[in-house]
């Protein structure tokens, strides 16, 4: 129900624009966000906005450098990312969550996942 496109291979201080589309329902009125796991790590939160992009966090290891967005007529959360670094390189997944759920960084919290899109940025 969650798909996740545009990931791909690029130079640092490059830049990539991952789409998740949502089909089979609306979540709208759900708090979309983003995860990445690279090799040997674990699952790690990336970005998350709520349904009406009212409310808008960053992991700090992300923030000036990556925009999440949405467009709910479209049902389609994007995410901007910009000046990559190597340390960037992992699979992201988009992730959707009630809102009435707490702990918007925990991937626990989410209901549906997409299946995810693979970013590696070369030094």
């Known amino acids: 129900q969650l798909q996740a496109f545009g990931g791909g291979l690029v130079q640092a201080g490059g830049s990539l624009r991952l789409s998740c589309i949502a089909s089979?329902?609306?979540?709208?009125?759900?708090?979309m966000s983003w995860f990445r796991q690279a090799p040997g790590k674990e699952r790690e939160f990336v970005a998350t906005?709520?349904?009406?992009?009212?409310?808008?966090y960053y992991a700090d290891s992300v923030k000036g450098r990556f925009t999440i967005s949405r467009d709910n007529a479209k049902n389609t959360v994007y995410l901007q990312m910009n000046s990559l670094e190597p340390e960037d390189t992992a699979v992201y997944s988009c992730?959707?969550?009630?809102?009435?759920?707490?702990?918007?960084?925990?991937?626990?919290?989410?209901?549906?996942w997409g299946q995810g899109t693979q970013v590696t940025v070369s030094s």
């Open positions: 992730a959707a969550k009630n809102p009435s759920r707490t702990g918007f960084t925990s991937p626990t919290s989410y209901t549906y």
């Open positions: 089979g329902r609306t979540f709208s009125s759900y708090t």
């Open positions: 906005i709520t349904w009406n992009g009212g409310s808008i």
